[in-house]
């Protein structure tokens, strides 16, 4: 295996601005590595070797010219694939869209492309983001690095493996209902679902409007918020985007956690659904980590989980519905089982089911944020279990519900995943929770429970 | 499954095959429990999430 494959950005940042490492030798070292294990892991639906030379290339010249653009420069990237790049598909993962052409990029794209990046191509998902996994498609499911067997997650799951299988250090994912939380916890990475509106969605097709994020997937903390520092952004044509300055996420990421006010949402892992026992272990020790590393940790109490799930799949469901309805009308058959099964969901609500949910988003955001009130960020769990068997239906359909994710799409908070352990081998996370516009906490506590624990640094074998 | 039958006619979802009417009447089934937990509550006052404005923000 290249010893460049599980480079951090951090890492291969500061030594392609040495000039010690050659942005086209990074880029080569993670083509040969994705040439040889992506047969295991389809983590690609497209992958662009000639594009990512090419930007390799130009990245290269230009920091020779002294024309370094930033942390991001040289660094190669894969997008989801229902985000847009001028020129290629974005398939979705769908024979609905499989003949389809993107003609602009999507801003994240943009900005990602300005900072310098280089792309490697587009990453496996769930049908439509919501779909998986899905074996009846034009393309086969992600498959998860540390036991091919498994699960990834989802509906980034191309995203999370790659990370995972050292293809590249920078994935952008999308999440919903919980789909970089998800991978990031299954395939033992970090996972940042920021506030709603904090990077545009323009240009990336819509599962649900009003739930929908964009967000940066990367191997480490610090690398998340590198990433997520250029992304971040107002966007004036994204209807959701948020109108809020950008800070410096990582000018508090090394200040530890001493003072910090830690709330423990323990009620959604161990009574609104019991945890695997490994899992909760490994919740209850990191508090335990933070609290004597100085934090001030207090347990909290949320409206139940399944309240959350309730209202958030029914917003989801209706808006779903709205933009596939006249596919699954003309096209039902082009669907893959689980995405179809999934949208058709929006077929049984009335209006007044969706605007009745819609008012209790409003009931339970307000109290979500009045438990939040002495606190900087929460700590709960983000998936219940270890990744189970892909082929397992039974378990992939109980695990669907068993989630701590949700909730904070409907609030719209960032949510910040990272690795927490291991439990016969697959990885085990925690799930970061901030005030609205308060990512620089979730990284502080994030970095400080990474730096202490190191289990972003043990990669799987890929064999 | 008429239940079913009727709901996809009421849809206009006319293409669907024995199948699809299965996964029709079991996704029905899954948003029927969610529905079931939605409030009954509510009093006039309480707004929803997004609140259309005819100046500036659209929420």
Redesign the interface.
């Known amino acids: 295996m290249s010893e460049l494959a599980f480079l951090t950005i951090a890492e291969a940042g500061a030594q392609i601005r040495a000039k010690k490492l050659s942005p086209v030798e990074y880029t080569k070292a993670l083509i040969a590595q994705i040439e040889r294990h992506e047969p295991s892991f389809n983590a690609f639906i497209k992958f662009t070797p000639d594009i990512a030379l090419k930007e390799a290339q130009a990245a290269e010249a230009q920091i020779a010219a002294g024309r370094w653009r930033g942390p991001f420069h040289g660094i190669p990237y894969g997008l989801k694939d229902i985000v847009d790049v001028a020129g290629l598909p974005t398939t979705a993962h769908s024979k609905v869209l499989i003949d389809s052409l993107a003609r602009a990029d999507a801003p994240v794209a943009a900005k990602l492309r300005d900072a310098g990046g280089v792309l490697l191509g587009k990453l496996s998902t769930h049908e439509f983001a919501v779909g998986g996994p899905s074996f009846d498609l034009p393309w086969p499911p992600a498959r998860n690095p540390w036991n091919r067997d498994h699960f990834p997650g989802g509906s980034s799951s191309g995203s999370g493996a790659g990370l995972a299988a050292g293809f590249f250090p920078a994935a952008i994912g999308t999440d919903t209902g919980g789909s970089i939380r998800n991978p990031a916890s299954m395939c033992g990475i970090a996972g940042m679902k920021a506030t709603y509106g904090r990077v545009s969605r323009r240009g990336v097709f819509p599962l649900s409007f009003s739930l929908d994020h964009v967000g940066p997937m990367t191997r480490t903390v610090r690398d998340n918020a590198l990433m997520l520092q250029v992304i971040a952004g107002h966007d004036p044509e994204d209807p959701g985007s948020a109108a809020v300055g950008v800070p410096d996420y990582t000018a508090d990421i090394d200040r530890g956690v001493k003072g910090m006010r830690i709330g423990v949402i323990r009620h959604f892992y161990t009574k609104d659904v019991e945890g695997d026992p490994d899992q909760v272990k490994a919740l209850d020790d990191a508090v335990a980590l933070l609290a004597k590393q100085g934090a001030t940790v207090t347990e909290i109490t949320l409206p139940p989980l399944l309240d959350y799930t309730a209202c958030g799949q029914i917003i989801l469901a209706a808006e779903s519905y709205a933009i596939h309805e006249r596919w699954l009308r003309e096209r039902p058959q082009d669907y893959g089982a689980r995405a179809r099964e999934r949208l058709f969901g929006g077929a049984a609500l009335s209006a007044v089911h969706y605007l009745q949910a819609v008012r209790w988003r409003q009931v339970l955001k307000q109290q979500t944020l009045a438990a939040f009130r002495d606190i900087d960020v929460a700590i709960t769990a983000s998936s219940m279990d270890p990744a189970c068997r892909i082929d397992d239906n039974e378990k992939l359909a109980a695990n669907y519900w068993r989630s701590g994710r949700m909730p904070f799409n409907v609030t719209g908070q960032p949510g910040l995943v990272i690795p927490a352990g291991f439990s016969k081998g697959l990885p085990l996370s925690l799930q970061i929770v901030g005030q609205p516009f308060g990512e620089v906490a979730c990284y502080r506590v994030g970095q400080a429970y990474e730096a202490a624990t190191e289990w972003t640094k043990k990669h799987p074998a890929l064999n | 499954m008429s239940a079913t039958r009727d709901?996809?006619k009421a849809?206009?979802?006319?293409?669907?095959?024995e199948?699809?009417l299965a996964?029709?009447e079991?996704?029905?089934a899954?948003?029927?429990?969610?529905?079931d937990?939605?409030?009954k509550d509510?009093s006039g006052s309480?707004?929803?999430?997004?609140v259309y404005q005819a100046k500036g923000s659209?929420?």
Not at chain 2, 11 to 17: A, E, Q, V
Not at chain 2, 30 to 35: D, L, V
């Open positions: 709901l996809a849809r206009g979802l006319d293409k669907l095959t199948e699809h996964q029709l079991r996704a029905t899954t948003m029927t429990r969610h529905i937990r939605l409030p509510f309480h707004e929803a999430a997004h659209d929420r």
